[in-house]
């Protein structure tokens, strides 16, 4: 890149012209180069042979953490048939202002040069000096800055201690002053990945030099093409990065030409580079300062708002930071989920944990994950909503407090706290439900601490796939918890890039048969974006090639025989279960594709009896309810219609005890009994019917029910 580097200084090689740069490293690096200068110059001799220049160059960075920063030591040795040159460095740098993406970089440096002995050097009328070799010491220090996405500013000064390495006399080694910037753009999902161009001035003893560099990386980081030129000399380069799949290590081979334009009878000077690293580099210098510090302050705005439920305001800082970066996943995500729930009148999105709010449902009706259970749970409560002197009530109630006991019991806090809130919506005033779920939210809080602040430490290292799984937890117990869903969106922003990268991976020790890190691969996407090109179906054929690995013929047929039995027995999921794999892995003959073909339609026309079912149900058409569910039960005995049957005639017997129709009620009490014979409310509400129907015998004797 001509040398336009001060503001580049992404590597191992920075301490030669920004120490500054190290600080952007991410893991273990060491590289090495060998250089012939001058090629065929061939410069002869006093003893009449021709001498040759060379320099090597050794360099390794060990980042210990961002607060600690990252040390370095390095090696440079110039050298020709009689002269040599040494470079010993010890480098340190850290991040200084994160806001402002300011990096500081300091070497200390060790100079020595040697003269060899020989004929003329031992000869005090051609070398009249006594000393042959001289040791000095001095120091370079480094600055770098990322305002914002797309520009660095790089600047250093070498030499800033003064120190003489003159053979003879006093003379001093120049300082030498660097400044420049650097502008990238990068591409996603594109052959180009990024392009860079320098631009830098330099100044050494009053001789200023002029340097513009130019860099482009292509094929997912696989290969590098640069050109550059400065007063002195052109140059070009390449090099060719080898990521292994699934791991930290990457292999980088460098070659780069220079010609000069001064010197004349040479080939130019050529220089070859291996590069080892055990991270694999960010795209971008760095996470935070990659963005100007008004997006952050933005960013803590627009959380604070939202999190006191000002949706206003909040989508108001949203808005700004999607203007200043229009490819900010996160604030996207915030910016759609505020505007659909200003346009749904403001109210929160619900959440499992809130099933017992009837008003928070009727918003909620519609979630992704669980749109089916809450459309039941809503319609539930609202039939069984308190009636005036209605005693069936406090037996539900009297329900819903045992389960959520029960659940506390066996520390299942998220259901306990359903529970508890289902118990609060049929009693507002009840002084248990209240306290209760005081309790169970400060558990909560308790158990979500841990995964919470080791995800802020994976992200605070870059391990953002181990955050991303800790963040999802913690929302999975409180999905309501702000600041995890804020970092698990940061998370997912900067995790986007890789997908590509991960699902490539995946691919690739697929086509190997190496399933374990084929698995590990697309599990890694799945835990970004699940609905990630045909992530879903690899992890599917995964499955089933490693569950068919390790099985023998014998224990296919056997499956297979299980699955004719629960079909026989209609029980059509399990018969599923166990063909899906078989059909899945391609290991399955014609007459398990055709009982799989059949339960699989039975298993449809099972499921759009229960959808017809539900319709019913939540028109209050119970009679048809009912049927349709026994239909869909008739056809598979695992149908999920099974707690809506119960419900359906749970809520016929309601009906028919409210209208004074005991027998009604009896009967349809015990159709639910039978289909749930532990279901403890509907014991109740058949001993009170029974005990009722007595009394009325009784008193008007044994014909008192019939006709009516």
């Known amino acids: 890149m001509g040398e336009a580097f001060v503001s580049v200084a992404d590597d191992a090689n920075a301490v030669l012209f920004n120490a500054a740069g190290f600080a952007q490293l991410r893991g273990f690096e060491i590289t090495g180069m060998y250089s012939d200068l001058y090629s065929n110059l061939n410069a002869r001799l006093y003893t009449g042979a021709y001498d040759r220049l060379g320099y090597n160059f050794l360099s390794a960075a060990i980042p210990a953490s961002e607060s600690l920063g990252t040390f370095g030591v390095s090696w440079s040795h110039l050298y020709s048939s009689f002269y040599k040159e040494n470079v010993f460095t010890l480098t340190y740098a850290r991040e200084i202002l994160q806001a402002h993406g300011l990096d500081f970089g300091v070497n200390l440096k060790a100079l020595q040069w040697m003269v060899e002995s020989n004929d003329f050097t031992r000869d005090p009328l051609t070398y009249p000096y006594a000393a042959r070799e001289k ?297 248990a439900a209240a306290a209760q779920i005081e309790a169970i939210q400060r558990r909560l809080a308790a158990r979500i601490e841990d995964p919470f602040r080791q995800g802020l430490l994976d992200f605070n290292e870059k391990k953002y796939v181990q955050a991303l799984r800790q963040f999802q937890r913690v929302l999975k117990l409180a999905p309501d918890h702000g600041q995890a869903r804020f970092f698990l969106n940061k998370t997912k922003d900067i995790l986007s890039g890789q997908l590509q990268k991960f699902y490539q991976e995946g691919v690739e020790w697929f086509r190997r048969k190496n399933l374990r890190r084929a698995s590990r691969a697309f599990e890694n996407v799945r835990a970004i974006d699940p609905d990630y090109r045909d992530t879903l179906k690899y992890l599917g054929q995964l499955s089933a090639q490693q569950q068919t690995r390790v099985q023998p013929v014998s224990q296919l047929q056997q499956q297979y025989g299980a699955a004719q039995r629960y079909f026989a027995q209609t029980r059509v999921t399990d018969a599923l279960n166990l063909l899906a794999p078989l059909i899945e892995s391609g290991v399955y003959t014609e007459a398990m594709y055709r009982l799989f073909n059949d339960a699989l339609q039975q298993r449809a026309q099972s499921l759009r009896y229960y959808h017809d079912a539900l319709k019913s149900y939540a028109a209050t058409d119970l009679d048809q309810a009912v049927a349709n569910a026994r239909k869909s039960i008739e056809l598979n005995r695992q149908s999920e219609a099974q707690g809506l049957l119960v419900k359906a005639y749970v809520q016929q017997g309601i009906l028919d005890y409210r209208q004074d129709n005991l027998p009604g009620a009896q009967a349809a009490w015990e159709n639910a009994r039978a289909v749930d014979p532990g279901n403890p409310l509907i014991q109740k509400y058949l001993q009170r019917v029974k005990n009722k129907i007595k009394f009325y015998k009784e008193i008007f004797g044994e014909d008192y029910f019939k006709g009516k």
Do not use: C
């Not at 409560?381 to 209605?390: D, F, H, K, M, T």
């Not at 539900?396 to 289902?422: I, V």
């Open 135 to 431: 040791l000095g010491y001095t120091a370079d220090v480094g600055l770098l800055s990322t305002p914002f996405a797309g520009l660095t500013l790089g600047a250093s000064m070498d030499n800033v201690i003064p120190v003489n390495m003159a053979l003879a006399g006093s003379h001093q080694v120049a300082p030498i002053i660097r400044a420049g910037l650097a502008l990238k753009h990068t591409w996603r999902e594109n052959w180009i990945d990024a392009v860079q161009i320098a631009l830098e001035w330099n100044d050494r003893d009053r001789i200023s030099n002029t340097k513009l560099g130019m860099e482009g990386w292509f094929f997912q980081d696989s290969l590098a093409v640069r050109a550059g030129v400065n007063l002195y000399e052109v140059t070009s380069g390449l090099s060719l990065r080898f990521t292994y799949p699934k791991s930290s290590f990457q292999l980088q081979m460098d070659y780069a030409f220079s010609y000069p334009f001064e010197i004349f009878d040479s080939y130019g000077s050529h220089r070859f580079g291996l590069t080892l690293r055990f991270t694999t580099p960010k795209a971008e210098p760095r996470k935070e300062a990659a963005k100007p510090a008004l997006i952050d302050e933005y960013y803590q705005k627009a959380l604070k708002a939202y999190l006191m439920n000002d949706l206003q305001e909040s989508l108001k800082w949203w808005e700004r930071i999607v203007a200043l970066d229009p490819d900010n996943i996160a604030a996207k995500r915030y910016v759609e989920e505020i505007r659909g729930r200003l346009a749904a009148g403001g109210q929160p999105v619900a959440t499992p944990y809130q099933a017992g709010d009837i008003t928070v449902l009727s918003q909620g009706a519609d979630l992704e994950p669980d749109a089916l259970y809450m459309r039941i749970k809503l319609q539930n409560l609202r039939s069984l909503a308190p009636v005036p002197e209605q005693p069936e009530y406090s037996d539900n109630l009297h329900t819903h407090q045992s389960l959520a006991e029960q659940y506390d019991q066996q520390n299942d806090y998220a259901r306990a706290l359903e529970e508890w809130e289902t118990v609060a919506a049929l009693d507002p005033k009840n002084p």
